[in-house]
């Protein structure tokens, strides 16, 4: 068989393929960093002040209503950032991008840290109104689950003295953990659970005002841009950091040969 | 404001963790940029047309 149509990756995957240049990568996120980074501080800040000092205090909550504008954007990161992990996962097991590899092991820690930061303002937010900081309730004990999903996933990506066999390995677990993103979606609908059910929905109309949603969304838009950067960023350095361990093998072997 | 400390501590811990992934992450990009400019000067060179143009 001939080697070149050998390693021709799959015509779907082709396309994808261009991106895999570490060169071409490094270019378009030196392009598209600061802009990200930017929208990224500046809506948070934003929709921060106008949660914080402007939007409504809530009629049951009081003022405990606020750490909604921390909470909601880390929960909706929490999930799309392991969404972003199993993309990451099937581009690499099916296409083998070897960016995707890199990003794969960058979105972990990122989404590991927002999970623990929903974990944290949640609890924070259920001890003033459920009198407790811990309830094994169906939402909580699934995101819970996602949090330890997020470490497996680290820390088995960095077990492996061959970083190809640690990707490996975490898309699978990636792949496996998946489950758990309807599981958590619909648990406030398929168990009695003191979590309150979605607030606002893509289909029905929602029961909080303008005044509460516009920072909401000005937050959660923030929360993305900035988990966007940090990813981003830390890919950044993956690659290059990999370009360094290549160059210095290769003089390794060249003053080995010589 | 009611609840002011467990408002505090959210948004404190927001702040706090942001911040440490984003001066972790600015960090490890400098480091790895002074690296690889100084065993490869192709890659020095294309950093500092990057930067002329930023």
Not at chain 1, 11 to 17: T, V
Not at chain 1, 36 to 50: E, K, N
Not at chain 2, 25 to 50: V, Y
Request: net charge positive; with cysteine.
């Amino acid at each position: 068989m001939d080697v070149s149509t050998a390693i021709t990756p799959p015509p779907a995957g082709r396309n994808l393929h261009r991106f895999a240049n570490p060169g071409r990568f490094l270019r378009l996120s030196g392009r598209v960093l600061p802009v990200v980074a930017v929208l990224g501080l500046g809506l948070t800040l934003a929709g921060f002040v106008w949660g914080l000092f402007f939007a409504p205090a809530d009629w049951q909550q009081g003022d405990s209503v606020r750490i909604m504008y921390v909470h909601v954007p880390a929960a909706m990161l929490a999930e799309s950032g392991y969404l972003s992990l199993v993309v990451c996962s099937v581009l690499s097991l099916v296409w083998r991008h070897p960016l995707a590899d890199l990003a794969a092991a960058e979105i972990g820690p990122v989404g590991a840290a927002f999970t623990a930061l929903c974990l944290a303002t949640g609890s924070l937010w259920g001890k003033p109104m459920w009198g407790a900081w811990w309830v094994w309730d169906a939402r909580l004990t699934s995101v819970l689950v996602l949090f330890f999903l997020y470490l497996g996933h680290v820390a088995l990506v960095r077990a492996f003295d061959d970083p190809q066999r640690g990707y490996r390995a975490g898309a699978i677990l990636a792949l496996i953990g998946a489950v758990n993103l309807p599981i958590i979606k619909f648990s406030v609908d398929w168990w009695n659970t003191l979590h309150q059910p979605a607030t606002i929905t893509l289909t029905g109309s929602s029961k909080m005002g303008w005044d509460m949603k516009a920072p909401l969304f000005l937050c959660a838009a923030g929360f993305f841009f900035g988990f966007v950067a940090l990813v981003l960023a830390r890919t950044r350095a993956a690659v290059m950091e990999r370009r360094i361990r290549g160059l210095l093998m290769a003089r390794a072997q060249e003053a080995d040969a010589a | 404001m009611t609840h002011l400390t467990y408002i505090i501590a959210a948004y404190g811990l927001t702040v706090l963790v942001a911040t440490v992934f984003s001066v972790d992450a600015w960090a490890r990009m400098g480091r790895a940029r002074r690296k690889l400019a100084a065993i490869d000067p192709r890659a020095k060179r294309s950093f500092d047309s990057e930067a002329k143009r930023s």
